[in-house]
């Protein structure tokens, strides 16, 4: 009855960062990191995980001599997350008999 949740975006960090994206053409890693508020590292390590796993782009360059790092959600980053927002509401419709 109920779907498997996504283990990828069933982190509230993950989940943040995908959102986030989903409202923006791409996003630089401080902004990311100031709207969630996550250590650099912890940042870090997540986005590299969802870029494992082919819902987010990465694209490193620079911008006057400092590095730069713009994150983009992918088309299958998309859809992940669509399937993710409804196996929750799936949850959300059980009710009680």
Avoid: W
Wanted: glycine share 6%.
């Amino acid at each position: 009855m109920f779907k498997t949740l996504n283990p990828i975006l069933h982190s509230q960090l993950r989940l943040a960062i995908i959102s986030l994206l989903m409202s923006v053409e791409d996003a630089e890693f401080n902004y990311i990191k100031e709207k969630t508020g996550a250590t650099s590292g912890n940042l870090s390590i997540q986005i590299g995980k969802l870029k494992t796993a082919g819902y987010v782009e990465v694209e490193k360059s620079f911008r006057d001599n400092f590095p730069l790092t713009t994150c983009k959600i992918s088309k299958k980053g998309i859809q992940a997350f669509d399937e993710y927002v409804q196996a929750l509401e799936a949850y959300l419709q059980v009710k009680k008999k």
